[in-house]
C-alpha cells in the first residue's frame, strides 16, 4: 500500500558565472587583495553550481546538502551583485521538469537573466531532490518514517514557497512546473504524505485508535484536497505525470478514509456501538473494493482489504446472533475528528547546516549604493567649501593686484625690480612657464576626442542591438516575447546622455581657460624672461624715497602680512577637509541590519553636518577677516597713492606691474585648470570603458538570449502543420469492422469519482475501409471479440459462421495477403489498384498463384451464397501492448 509520489528534476544548461562575476569584481574592487580574495570567492561558486547541477545527484541527503548550501550562496550573494538584465548579465536557461517534449522539438525550456529565476529552479530541485530521498526511506523504523516526514515537509514548504515567490521573481510567465498552480498542487501532496508518515508512525507505535483515526482522517482530507487541485486546474492534466498521479492520489484518499473508518469501527465496538462498528467497516470495505476496482494497478489493498473484510464478518456474526444493534446509514454517523500534525517548513535562509558565505566581506550593492552616494555628497560638500576659500583667494589677489600692491611698496626706488615681482617670474619659470601650459593645452583634444570615441562606440553597439531586435520583432510579432531592447537600454541610453553632457559642458570650460590664457599670455612671456630683459621691460620712474618709513607704508605692510596669514591658514584648512574619513559603510550595515533598508539621504546628511559643521564655520570666519581686511587695505592705499608723486612715467610703472602680478595670478590658476583638466579627462576614460564594457556585456548577452529564442522559434515552426486542416475523403473515413483480440481498458480512470459507478471502457479506434476479399469457405472457427456485436442470428452458437453475404456487383482483384503483426488489417499488394478492374473496358487480370500457397476457391455456383470471410489465425498478437 506504501506507494509514495516524488517528483522529478529539472535541468539546467552549463553557465559560466567566473568571467562576468570577475570583471564586476575587477572594476568595482581596486585593490589587488580584495580583488584576489573575490575572485577566488567566485571561482568557488562556479564549482558549487556545477557540483549541484551539472551532475545526477544520488537520492542521499548529502545530494541535498549541496543544493541547499547552492541555494544558500544565491540568497547571500543576490544583494552583493547588481544581477539584472541592463547591468550584470546572466542568463540561466532550465528546462521544464515534466514536459519531455517530442523526438523533433525538444523539451520545453526557458532562458532568463535573473537570478531569482535561478533561486527558484534550485529551490524546486531541492524541493523534489527531497520528495525523492522521502520516497527511498525504510518505514519499517522509526528512524525511516522520521526522515521520511521530515523531508516531505521540507518539499512541502519550498513548494509552498515557490507558489508565493515565483511571478515577482521572474516578472513574466514561468514554465508549467513551476507556476504557481502546479507548485501549489505538489506542495498539497508533499503534505499529504507526510501526514500519511505520521499515520504509519502512530499505528506502528500502537497508538489509541481514536488518535490514528484522526491521523488518517486528516491524511484523506489533505490527499482529498491534492485530488482536487490536480482535477480542477486546466493547465495539469496535459502532463503524463498528473496523469499518473491523480489515480494515485485518488486511491491514497480512499485508502485513508477506509483507514480512518476501520480505527473509528474498532473505538465504537470498545463503546459497545456495534451497529456503528458494522457501518463503519461497511463503508471502509466499499472504499477498499471501490480502490482494488479502479486503482488496482496502482496501489495495492490486499491486506487492508483482508484486515476489513475479517473484521466485518466477525462483526456481523457477533451482531446477528447476540447483539442485534441496528446498523446505521453512513450519512448518520458522527463525524470522525482531524489530527493535523504535519506543517510545511517554513523556508529561511540559510536552509543548509554547513553554509558559509563565499562572499562575507563583501557589502551588500544597497551599502554599495548608499555609499556611492554619500561619496557624492561628501565630494559636493568638500569641494563647496574648498572653492569658497579659493575663490575668496582669487577674490584677494584680483583686488591686491589692481592696487599694485605688495609691489608699490617695494618699488619706492622707481628703477630696480619689486621683490614680489621678481619672486612670482621664478615661480612661474620653475613651473615650465608658457612651455607647460602649450603642452597641457594641446593634450586636452586628443584627450576629449578618445572619451568621445569610446562613447560613441558603446552608444553604437546598443543601436545596432536595438535595430536586430526591433527587425527580429516585427518578423515574428507576439513570438519574438523577449523585453524590448529600447525599454531595457534606456537606463544605459540616459547615462550614455549624460556623459555626453558633460563633454560638452568640458569643451566650454576648455574654451574659457584657453580665452584665459590667451588675454594674459604677453605678461606670462614677459615673466618668463631672464631678469636683465623684465627689468629692461618695466619703465622706470621718478623715485619715492620719501615715503620709505612713512606710517602709512607700515600700515599697508601689517595688513598685506595679515592676508598672507589668512591666505597660509586656508591652505592648511584645505588639507584638513580634504583629509576627513569617517566608516560610514558600518553605518549603512547597522540601519540595513536594523530596518531591512537604508534612508541614506537622512544618514549622510546628519554625519556631513557632524563632520563639516565646524569646517563651515571656520571658513566663514575667514572670508570676513579677508573682507574687513581688504577695505582697510583700500583705504590705506588711497592714502599712499595721495602722498606719491604722481607722473605719466609712474602711471606706466606701475600699471605694467599690475599686468605682472595678474599674469602670475592667472598662470597659477590656468595650470590648476589644465592639469585637472587633464585629470578629469584620464578619470572619465576609466569610468567611459567601464560604461563600454557594461555596454558590450549586456550586447553579448542579448545576442546569446536572441539566438536561444530564435532556435527555439525554430522548433516550434518545424513542429507546426504546414498547411490547414482539410476534409477526409468519405471512402477513407468509414468505419471498418473491428478487428479480432481484446481491446485493452484504458491505463488510468480518474475523470470520475470514486463513488460513480465504472464506464465501460471504448473500443479502440479502426482503421479505414479496404475493398473486401472474395470469400470461401472457413478452415478455422472465428474468434469473435468480447466488445464487438454478434453478427448472427441472436440464436447462433458463439463460434457459428457469419450470415451469407450477397455477391458483389463487381469483380474483385486479388486477395490481400493478411500481416502478422496487425490483426484485421491487410497489406495492399504492390501496384494494386481496385478501381482499375472492370472499369475503362480492362480486361480482367486472371489470378496467379503464388508457389507453395493453395489458392483461394472459385465463385460458388449460381444461386448459392458466398460462405464467410476467412478468419485470423488465433497465434496473432493485438495492435496494442497488453498492460
Same mark, same amino acid.
Request: glycine share 4%.
Given at each position: 500500500?506504501?506507494?509514495?509520489?516524488?517528483? $522529478?528534476?529539472?535541468?539546467?544548461?552549463?553557465?559560466?558565472?567566473?568571467?562576468?562575476?570577475?570583471?564586476?569584481?575587477?572594476?568595482?574592487?581596486?585593490?589587488?587583495?580584495?580583488?584576489?580574495?573575490?575572485?577566488?570567492?567566485?571561482?568557488?561558486?562556479?564549482?558549487?553550481?556545477?557540483?549541484?547541477?551539472?551532475?545526477?545527484?544520488?537520492?542521499?541527503?548529502?545530494?541535498? #546538502?549541496?543544493?541547499?548550501?547552492?541555494?544558500?550562496?544565491?540568497?547571500?550573494?543576490?544583494?552583493?551583485?547588481?544581477?539584472?538584465?541592463?547591468?550584470?548579465?546572466?542568463?540561466?536557461?532550465?528546462?521544464?521538469?515534466?514536459?519531455?517534449?517530442?523526438?523533433?522539438?525538444?523539451?520545453? +525550456?526557458?532562458?532568463?537573466?535573473?537570478?531569482?529565476?535561478?533561486?527558484?529552479?534550485?529551490?524546486?530541485?531541492?524541493?523534489?531532490?527531497?520528495?525523492?530521498?522521502?520516497?527511498?526511506?525504510?518505514?519499517?523504523?522509526?528512524?525511516?518514517?522520521?526522515?521520511?516526514?521530515?523531508?516531505?515537509?521540507?518539499?512541502?514548504?519550498?513548494?509552498?514557497?515557490?507558489?508565493?515567490?515565483?511571478?515577482?521573481?521572474?516578472?513574466?510567465?514561468?514554465?508549467? =512546473?513551476?507556476?504557481?498552480?502546479?507548485?501549489?498542487?505538489?506542495?498539497?501532496? !508533499?503534505?499529504?504524505?507526510?501526514?500519511?508518515?505520521?499515520?504509519?508512525?502512530?499505528?506502528?507505535?500502537? !497508538?489509541?485508535?481514536?488518535?490514528?483515526?484522526?491521523?488518517?482522517?486528516?491524511?484523506?482530507?489533505?490527499?482529498?484536497?491534492?485530488?482536487?487541485?490536480?482535477?480542477?486546474?486546466?493547465?495539469?492534466?496535459?502532463?503524463?505525470?498528473?496523469?499518473?498521479?491523480?489515480?494515485?492520489?485518488?486511491?491514497?484518499?480512499?485508502?485513508?478514509?477506509?483507514?480512518?473508518? *476501520?480505527?473509528?469501527?474498532?473505538?465504537?465496538?470498545?463503546?459497545?456501538?456495534?451497529?456503528?462498528?458494522?457501518?463503519?467497516?461497511?463503508?471502509?470495505?466499499?472504499?477498499?473494493?471501490?480502490?482494488?476496482?479502479?486503482?488496482?494497478?496502482?496501489?495495492?489493498?490486499?491486506?487492508?482489504?483482508?484486515?476489513?473484510?475479517?473484521?466485518?464478518?466477525?462483526?456481523?456474526?457477533?451482531?446477528?446472533?447476540?447483539?442485534?444493534?441496528?446498523?446505521?446509514?453512513?450519512?448518520?454517523?458522527?463525524?470522525?475528528?482531524?489530527?493535523?500534525?504535519? +506543517?510545511?517548513?517554513?523556508?529561511?535562509?540559510?536552509?543548509?547546516?554547513?553554509?558559509?558565505?563565499?562572499?562575507?566581506?563583501?557589502?551588500?550593492?544597497?551599502?554599495?549604493?548608499?555609499?556611492?552616494?554619500?561619496?557624492?555628497? +561628501?565630494?559636493?560638500?568638500?569641494?563647496?567649501?574648498?572653492?569658497?576659500?579659493?575663490?575668496?583667494?582669487?577674490?584677494?589677489?584680483?583686488?591686491?593686484?589692481?592696487?599694485?600692491?605688495?609691489?608699490?611698496?617695494?618699488?619706492? /626706488?622707481?628703477?630696480?625690480?619689486?621683490?614680489?615681482?621678481?619672486?612670482?617670474?621664478?615661480?612661474?619659470?620653475?613651473?615650465?612657464?608658457?612651455?607647460?601650459?602649450?603642452?597641457?593645452?594641446?593634450?586636452?583634444?586628443?584627450?576629449?576626442?578618445?572619451?568621445?570615441?569610446?562613447?560613441?562606440?558603446?552608444?553604437?553597439?546598443?543601436?545596432?542591438?536595438?535595430?536586430?531586435?526591433?527587425?527580429?520583432?516585427?518578423?515574428?510579432?507576439?513570438?519574438?516575447?523577449?523585453?524590448?531592447?529600447?525599454?531595457?537600454?534606456?537606463?544605459?541610453?540616459?547615462?550614455?546622455?549624460?556623459?555626453?553632457?558633460?563633454?560638452?559642458?568640458?569643451?566650454?570650460?576648455?574654451?574659457?581657460?584657453?580665452?584665459?590664457?590667451?588675454?594674459?599670455?604677453?605678461?606670462?612671456?614677459?615673466?618668463?624672461?631672464?631678469?636683465?630683459?623684465?627689468?629692461?621691460?618695466?619703465?622706470?620712474?621718478?623715485?619715492?624715497?620719501?615715503?620709505?618709513?612713512?606710517?602709512?607704508?607700515?600700515?599697508?605692510?601689517?595688513?598685506?602680512?595679515?592676508?598672507?596669514?589668512?591666505?597660509?591658514?586656508?591652505?592648511?584648512?584645505?588639507?584638513?577637509?580634504?583629509?576627513?574619513?569617517?566608516?560610514?559603510?558600518?553605518?549603512?550595515?547597522?540601519?540595513?541590519?536594523?530596518?531591512?533598508?537604508?534612508?541614506?539621504?537622512? *544618514?549622510?546628511?546628519?554625519?556631513? =553636518?557632524?563632520?563639516?559643521?565646524?569646517?563651515?564655520?571656520?571658513?566663514?570666519? /575667514?572670508?570676513?577677516?579677508?573682507? #574687513?581686511?581688504?577695505?582697510?587695505?583700500?583705504?590705506?592705499?588711497?592714502?599712499?597713492?595721495?602722498?606719491?608723486?604722481?607722473?605719466?612715467?609712474?602711471?606706466?610703472?606701475?600699471?605694467?606691474?599690475?599686468?605682472?602680478?595678474?599674469?602670475?595670478?592667472?598662470?597659477?590658476?590656468?595650470?590648476?585648470?589644465?592639469?585637472?583638466?587633464?585629470?578629469?579627462?584620464?578619470?572619465?576614460?576609466?569610468?567611459?570603458?567601464?560604461?563600454?564594457?557594461?555596454?558590450?556585456?549586456?550586447?553579448?548577452?542579448?545576442?546569446?538570449?536572441?539566438?536561444?529564442?530564435? +532556435?527555439?522559434?525554430?522548433? /516550434?515552426?518545424?513542429?507546426?502543420?504546414?498547411?490547414?486542416?482539410?476534409?477526409?475523403?468519405?471512402?477513407?473515413?468509414?468505419?471498418?469492422?473491428?478487428?479480432?483480440?481484446?481491446?485493452?481498458?484504458?491505463?488510468?480512470?480518474?475523470?470520475?469519482?470514486?463513488?460513480?459507478?465504472?464506464?465501460?471502457?471504448?473500443?479502440?479506434?479502426?482503421?479505414?475501409?479496404?475493398?473486401?476479399?472474395?470469400?470461401?469457405?472457413?478452415?478455422?472457427?472465428?474468434?469473435? $471479440?468480447?466488445?464487438? $456485436?454478434?453478427?448472427?442470428?441472436?440464436?447462433?452458437?458463439?463460434?457459428?459462421?457469419?450470415?451469407?453475404?450477397?455477391?458483389?456487383?463487381?469483380?474483385?482483384?486479388?486477395?490481400?495477403?493478411?500481416?502478422?503483426?496487425?490483426?484485421?488489417?491487410?497489406?495492399?499488394? !504492390?501496384?494494386?489498384?481496385?478501381?482499375?478492374?472492370?472499369?475503362?473496358?480492362?480486361?480482367?487480370?486472371?489470378?496467379?498463384?503464388?508457389?507453395?500457397?493453395?489458392?483461394?476457391?472459385?465463385?460458388?455456383?449460381?444461386?448459392?451464397?458466398?460462405?464467410?470471410?476467412?478468419?485470423?489465425?488465433?497465434?496473432?498478437?493485438?495492435?496494442?501492448?497488453?498492460?
Amino acid at each position: 500500500m506504501a506507494t509514495f509520489i516524488s517528483v $522529478p528534476l529539472k535541468k539546467s544548461s552549463e553557465v559560466d558565472l567566473v568571467k562576468p562575476l570577475s570583471k564586476f569584481v575587477t572594476a568595482s574592487y581596486p585593490a589587488e587583495e580584495e580583488q584576489g580574495e573575490y575572485i577566488r570567492a567566485v571561482e568557488e561558486l562556479n564549482k558549487l553550481r556545477r557540483n549541484a547541477l551539472g551532475r545526477p545527484l544520488d537520492k542521499h541527503e548529502s545530494s541535498l #546538502e549541496i543544493l541547499l548550501r547552492y541555494y544558500d550562496q544565491l540568497c547571500a550573494v543576490e544583494p552583493k551583485f547588481p544581477f539584472s538584465e541592463n547591468q550584470l548579465c546572466l542568463t540561466f536557461t532550465w528546462k521544464d521538469a515534466f514536459d519531455k517534449g517530442s523526438l523533433f522539438g525538444g523539451s520545453v +525550456k526557458l532562458a532568463l537573466a535573473s537570478l531569482g529565476y535561478e533561486k527558484t529552479c534550485v529551490l524546486f530541485n531541492a524541493a523534489a531532490l527531497a520528495s525523492q530521498i522521502a520516497s527511498e526511506q525504510n518505514l519499517d523504523n522509526d528512524e525511516g518514517l522520521k526522515a521520511a516526514a521530515k523531508y516531505y515537509q521540507l518539499a512541502s514548504g519550498a513548494f509552498g514557497h515557490i507558489k508565493d515567490t515565483v511571478l515577482s521573481a521572474l516578472n513574466r510567465e514561468p514554465t508549467m =512546473d513551476i507556476s504557481p498552480e502546479t507548485v501549489g498542487t505538489l506542495s498539497h501532496i !508533499m503534505l499529504a504524505q507526510a501526514q500519511e508518515v505520521f499515520f504509519l508512525k502512530a499505528t506502528s507505535d500502537k !497508538m489509541k485508535d481514536a488518535v490514528i483515526a484522526k491521523l488518517a482522517n486528516q491524511a484523506a482530507d489533505f490527499y482529498g484536497d491534492a485530488f482536487k487541485q490536480c482535477q480542477y486546474k486546466d493547465n495539469l492534466p496535459k502532463y503524463f505525470y498528473f496523469q499518473e498521479v491523480l489515480p494515485v492520489l485518488a486511491a491514497k484518499h480512499c485508502i485513508m478514509q477506509a483507514n480512518a473508518e *476501520l480505527h473509528q469501527s474498532i473505538l465504537a465496538k470498545q463503546k459497545k456501538r456495534f451497529g456503528e462498528e458494522i457501518a463503519r467497516l461497511q463503508h471502509a470495505a466499499e472504499l477498499v473494493k471501490t480502490v482494488a476496482s479502479r486503482y488496482d494497478e496502482y496501489v495495492s489493498v490486499k491486506d487492508l482489504s483482508d484486515k476489513i473484510n475479517r473484521a466485518l464478518t466477525a462483526a456481523k456474526k457477533d451482531n446477528d446472533f447476540i447483539y442485534h444493534d441496528r446498523v446505521p446509514e453512513v450519512k448518520d454517523l458522527e463525524h470522525i475528528g482531524k489530527a493535523a500534525l504535519v +506543517k510545511a517548513t517554513a523556508i529561511t535562509p540559510p536552509l543548509s547546516q554547513k553554509f558559509s558565505d563565499l562572499f562575507e566581506k563583501m557589502v551588500p550593492m544597497a551599502v554599495q549604493q548608499s555609499m556611492s552616494i554619500y561619496n557624492q555628497r +561628501k565630494a559636493e560638500t568638500v569641494n563647496r567649501l574648498v572653492g569658497t576659500m579659493r575663490e575668496a583667494t582669487n577674490l584677494c589677489n584680483g583686488v591686491l593686484a589692481s592696487l599694485n600692491l605688495p609691489a608699490a611698496l617695494e618699488d619706492l /626706488s622707481g628703477d630696480s625690480i619689486p621683490q614680489s615681482i621678481a619672486e612670482k617670474a621664478r615661480a612661474v619659470v620653475q613651473q615650465g612657464g608658457l612651455q607647460n601650459i602649450e603642452q597641457l593645452i594641446k593634450d586636452l583634444p586628443e584627450l576629449l576626442t578618445r572619451n568621445r570615441e569610446i562613447l560613441d562606440e558603446s552608444l553604437k553597439m546598443l543601436d545596432d542591438e536595438e535595430t536586430t531586435d526591433n527587425e527580429l520583432r516585427t518578423k515574428f510579432n507576439q513570438r519574438w516575447n523577449r523585453t524590448p531592447s529600447g525599454d531595457l537600454y534606456k537606463p544605459l541610453r540616459t547615462e550614455g546622455a549624460n556623459f555626453r553632457n558633460i563633454l560638452d559642458k568640458a569643451v566650454q570650460a576648455d574654451q574659457v581657460v584657453r580665452d584665459r590664457y590667451n588675454t594674459h599670455c604677453e605678461m606670462i612671456a614677459l615673466l618668463c624672461k631672464p631678469e636683465n630683459e623684465l627689468s629692461a621691460a618695466i619703465p622706470s620712474a621718478n623715485p619715492t624715497k620719501t615715503l620709505q618709513g612713512s606710517e602709512v607704508v607700515n600700515v599697508l605692510r601689517s595688513q598685506l602680512a595679515q592676508l598672507d596669514e589668512i591666505k597660509k591658514e586656508r591652505e592648511t584648512m584645505e588639507g584638513e577637509i580634504k583629509a576627513v574619513t569617517f566608516d560610514m559603510c558600518t553605518t549603512f550595515l547597522t540601519a540595513l541590519a536594523q530596518d531591512g533598508a537604508i534612508n541614506e539621504e537622512q *544618514l549622510s546628511l546628519a554625519q556631513l =553636518d557632524q563632520l563639516y559643521s565646524a569646517y563651515n564655520q571656520r571658513v566663514q570666519a /575667514s572670508l570676513r577677516s579677508q573682507e #574687513e581686511l581688504l577695505g582697510q587695505v583700500q583705504t590705506s592705499h588711497q592714502e599712499f597713492s595721495s602722498l606719491k608723486q604722481s607722473n605719466t612715467e609712474a602711471n606706466q610703472r606701475e600699471e605694467v606691474l599690475k599686468k605682472l602680478a595678474s599674469a602670475h595670478d592667472s598662470y597659477i590658476e590656468i595650470t590648476s585648470n589644465l592639469r585637472e583638466g587633464t585629470k578629469f579627462y584620464n578619470d572619465l576614460t576609466e569610468i567611459l570603458l567601464k560604461f563600454q564594457n557594461k555596454c558590450s556585456d549586456i550586447v553579448f548577452a542579448r545576442k546569446t538570449e536572441r539566438d536561444e529564442l530564435l +532556435k527555439d522559434l525554430q522548433q /516550434s515552426i518545424a513542429r507546426e502543420p504546414s498547411a490547414p486542416s482539410f476534409n477526409v475523403p468519405a471512402y477513407q473515413s468509414t468505419p471498418a469492422a473491428p478487428a479480432g483480440g481484446p481491446t485493452p481498458a484504458p491505463r488510468t480512470v480518474f475523470a470520475q469519482q470514486p463513488q460513480q459507478p465504472q464506464q465501460q471502457p471504448q473500443a479502440k479506434p479502426m482503421p479505414p475501409a479496404r475493398p473486401p476479399p472474395p470469400t470461401f469457405t472457413p478452415q478455422a472457427a472465428p474468434t469473435t $471479440p468480447t466488445n464487438a $456485436p454478434p453478427t448472427g442470428p441472436p440464436n447462433a452458437p458463439p463460434n457459428a459462421n457469419p450470415p451469407p453475404v450477397a455477391p458483389p456487383s463487381q469483380a474483385q482483384g486479388p486477395p490481400y495477403p493478411s500481416y502478422q503483426g496487425y490483426p484485421g488489417y491487410f497489406q495492399m499488394p !504492390m501496384g494494386y489498384n481496385p478501381y482499375a478492374y472492370g472499369q475503362y473496358n480492362m480486361p480482367y487480370m486472371p489470378y496467379q498463384a503464388t508457389p507453395g500457397q493453395g489458392g483461394y476457391p472459385g465463385a460458388p455456383p449460381a444461386g448459392q451464397p458466398y460462405p464467410g470471410y476467412p478468419q485470423q489465425p488465433p497465434q496473432q498478437q493485438p495492435y496494442y501492448p497488453q498492460q
